[in-house]
């Protein structure tokens, strides 16, 4: 069997050049830097489920009847693990891979104490490392660190360029104001995982699973009192039904910045500013079908 080794965070066009020529893949359930900089954790992609279920989708290699959670093994990140001699890894390998032929890894993937560990390491100690070049986009290698600057921008045709997806997040659902609904925009509510990179506030052309729309991400400021305390994605799907029943979570993909988040004078203004929104968030029937 041939075997995948990363963090795989967001599981962009890189990380699925890996994957592709394994069969499965081991990855940690943690950023190794919540263990050797906790006050600099990098704010993920994905969250854990979300991203794991990725990676088992995004594996090649020999077909298997095994589901996708058998074939991801995730280790939780520990200060013990990380303190292992790069020899421990390979003895790893060899006593929970007893069938392994080939490690697939990243240009820049080390493992071990220090990181003192690389593919020419593990090579040394017996066993076959394919190093898989970077793929580049732009004459510069595709990263997750790229890809969170260009979220945190607003630049979403570029995350989704380089995630070859639009970039997407599954919230939980929870009752609002009831405010859209008396406009005539009904939205749906949800909170977002935490821990994930933080969007620029305001609103975007989405997609979801129910249907293309708009969303607003923020504290709804026009509300006065009446305002969200924390950030909130408000999603208006325009092609809704009014029976509409919102799910307990939901899937929203993000194809375009549109606009910040401002405060308007009234609601009228607001309304109305909502209107130009939905005029402006038409989506690509080709984005709508990759989504």
Not at 173 to 195: C, M, Q, S, Y
Request: proline residues 10%; charged residues 20%.
């Amino acid at each position: 069997m041939n075997l995948a080794v990363g963090f795989f965070d967001g599981v962009h066009l890189g990380h699925r050049r890996i994957l592709a020529q394994a069969d499965a893949a081991l990855t940690f359930l943690n950023h190794p830097a919540t263990v050797f900089a906790p006050d600099r954790v990098p704010p993920l992609l994905m969250p854990t489920p979300a991203r794991l279920a990725a990676i088992g989708a995004a594996l090649g290699g020999q077909p298997s009847r095994a589901p996708d959670s058998d074939r991801v093994r995730a280790l939780p990140f520990t200060a013990e693990l990380a303190a292992e001699p790069p020899a421990a890894f390979a003895a790893r390998l060899r006593h929970d891979y007893p069938d392994l032929e080939t490690v697939f890894c990243g240009p820049n993937w080390t493992y071990g104490a220090g990181g003192a560990g690389t593919a020419g390491t593990l090579r040394a100690e017996g066993f076959r490392v394919e190093t898989v070049p970077f793929v580049m986009q732009g004459g510069i290698p595709i990263s997750s660190t790229r890809i969170r600057a260009a979220l945190c921008d607003g630049r979403m045709d570029e995350a989704t360029a380089l995630l070859g997806r639009p970039y997407a997040v599954t919230g939980t659902t929870f009752a609002g104001k009831g405010l859209g609904r008396t406009l005539g925009r009904p939205t749906i509510n949800l909170r977002l995982p935490e821990g994930l990179v933080q969007l620029p506030l305001g609103v975007y052309a989405v997609i979801t699973p129910l249907g293309s729309g708009i969303a607003n991400y923020g504290h709804a400021p026009t509300l006065g009192p009446r305002a969200w305390p924390q950030p909130v994605l408000e999603v208006h799907l325009p092609d809704a039904k009014e029976t509409f029943s919102a799910p307990e979570s939901l899937s929203v993909s993000f194809v375009r910045f549109i606009r910040p988040e401002r405060k308007f004078d009234s609601i009228q203004d607001l309304q109305d500013q909502i209107a130009r929104d939905i005029a402006n968030a038409a989506v690509p029937s080709a984005l709508t079908a990759n989504a």
